[in-house]
């Protein structure tokens, strides 16, 4: 059974990461930009909004960037962000969006990469600091039990590296210290194929289903992501 169940997994990677996924997705916003900071400024806060309907996502994604004059790190070390109780995504408003971008504006100030906010003396990854930093109540919170899916598509899109879909810009961070990105599709998806037992889609879920993945591949358990979200947004 396991066998099968890594080949049927394997199968699915190789369908689904491929360079015409990302037309369709909203990796596609980071990966129009070369330098370090606009690719994680904007991939982290377009992930925060990625839920929901994928063409009202890649539309907010438009209108998010088209804010940022294309040009976020500049926005963010300007501070004139744009506030108000308007929705920009569902219910995250433009107010998360300023709130979150202050968070950012304050890093950025003494910090290059936020790559390093999730690195440890040791050069491990870890949680314990980005929650400090980004205190609004859009951003989950992995330490408290959260699933925290938007966050761990982030640091997918920053970490993986196999040059296919996954921009890969961070080199500390490695991918076999990821978790796998859960939501209600993943989770059925992970239970069909028998991945996971847990019913309830928290921490616990991630960890559970990560660990069986990394059975699979233990250096990159994260690329069945592909496998188990990727055939349901064909």
Request: proline residues 4%; positive net charge.
């Amino acid at each position: 059974m396991p066998n099968k169940t890594a080949e049927l997994l394997n199968r699915l990677v190789d369908s689904h990461n491929k360079p015409s996924f990302i037309a369709h997705d909203p990796i596609q916003f980071p990966r129009r930009f070369s330098r370090l900071q606009d690719i994680e400024i904007s991939g982290f806060l377009i992930s925060a909004i990625t839920w929901g309907n994928r063409n009202m996502i890649i539309r907010n994604a438009e209108k998010m960037l088209l804010e940022m004059n294309h040009n976020p790190f500049e926005y963010i070390l300007t501070g004139k962000f744009r506030f108000g109780k308007e929705s920009l995504h569902r219910t995250f408003k433009w107010d998360d969006f300023a709130e979150i971008c202050l968070s950012l504006q304050s890093f950025y100030r003494h910090d290059d990469s936020l790559e390093n906010l999730f690195l440890n003396e040791k050069g491990e990854l870890t949680f314990d600091k980005y929650k400090t930093l980004f205190t609004n109540k859009q951003i989950s919170d992995w330490t408290r039990g959260s699933a925290s899916k938007r966050l761990h598509l982030f640091l997918r899109w920053m970490v993986r590296n196999d040059g296919i879909v996954d921009i890969g810009c961070w080199k500390k961070i490695k991918p076999s210290s990821l978790f796998i990105p859960l939501d209600t599709h993943v989770a059925r998806s992970a239970r069909e194929k028998g991945l996971l037992e847990r019913k309830t889609g928290d921490r616990k879920a991630v960890e559970e289903l990560t660990r069986k993945l990394r059975m699979f591949c233990p250096e990159d358990p994260v690329k069945y992501d592909f496998a188990l979200f990727g055939p349901g947004v064909e």
